[in-house]
T-cell receptor, first 117, second 112 residues
Framework: GAVVSQHPSRVICKSGTSVKIECRSL??????MFWYRQFPKKSLMLMAT?????????EQGVEKDKFLINHASLTLSTLTVTSAHPEDSSFYIC?????????????FGPGTRLTVL | KQEVTQIPAALSVPEGENLVLNCSFT??????LQWFRQDPGKGLTSLLL?????REQTSGRLNASLDKSSGRSTLYIAASQPGDSATYLC???????????FGAGTRLFVKA
């Protein structure tokens, strides 16, 4: 149980285009979802926290207009990288939590590798 | 703001050695602490989760300990194998703000 999926697993896009990454909780309802970014050979950096039905809370230094997060349902959150540039190339990982499942546990997705040419 | 430090940053050992990976964190107000494994270009694999009320957790050849008051956790790997080669990440889940903050990781290479 407690499976989180991400789609796509890999995406390559041209500079200037927008890319949407989906994060789904497959067998539970996720009241909160988190988005992380990982630069090559670096650790994961928390980008934002999103609660279902409300605006995401972004970490300091993360551009809200650049990284649009939508958490429209209890099983789906999306991250849209707008007007992508090569420096946005990174590994993006989401996680989800649910008080009904385990109040203090986050379940992580497999990640999406974005390459911007 | 929680800061997580992992030592060593990299480690190369011969097969069969027992080894210890260290993690320290600055804010002891945590719900739990997880140890993850990450293979190159891959996502995270959760290895062990220790609740704040626990002192240690064991899974096979892995043992993780937690000393919340001093802000430290260790991951002990017994009888290391080449398949253990990966990056190991320490991640406490903060009680304030409910955020998981990751350390930079320890890159382990086990030589056959």
């Amino acid at each position: 149980g407690a499976v989180v999926s991400q789609h796509p697993s890999r995406v390559i896009c041209k500079s200037g285009t927008s890319v949407k990454i989906e994060c789904r909780s497959l067998d539970f309802q996720a009241t909160t979802m988190f988005w992380y970014r990982q630069f090559p050979k670096k650790s994961l950096m928390l980008m934002a926290t999103s609660n279902e039905g409300s605006k995401a809370t972004y970490e300091q230094g993360v551009e809200k207009d650049k990284f649009l997060i939508n958490h429209a349902s209890l099983t789906l959150s999306t991250l849209t990288v707008t007007s992508a540039h090569p420096e946005d190339s990174s590994f993006y990982i989401c996680s989800a939590s649910s008080p009904g499942l385990a109040v203090d546990t986050q379940y992580f997705g497999p990640g999406t590798r974005l390459t911007v040419l | 703001k929680q800061e997580v430090t992992q030592i060593p940053a990299a480690l190369s050992v011969p097969e069969g050695e027992n080894l210890v990976l260290n993690c320290s964190f600055t804010d002891s107000a945590i719900y739990n602490l997880q140890w993850f494994r990450q293979d190159p270009g891959k996502g995270l694999t959760s290895l062990l989760l220790i609740q704040s009320s626990q002192r240690e957790q064991t899974s096979g050849r892995l043992n993780a300990s937690l000393d919340k008051s001093s802000g430290r956790s260790t991951l002990y790997i017994a009888a290391s194998q080449p398949g253990d080669s990966a990056t190991y990440l320490c991640a406490p889940l903060g009680a304030g703000g409910f955020k998981t903050i990751f350390g930079a990781g320890t890159r382990l290479f086990v030589k056959a």
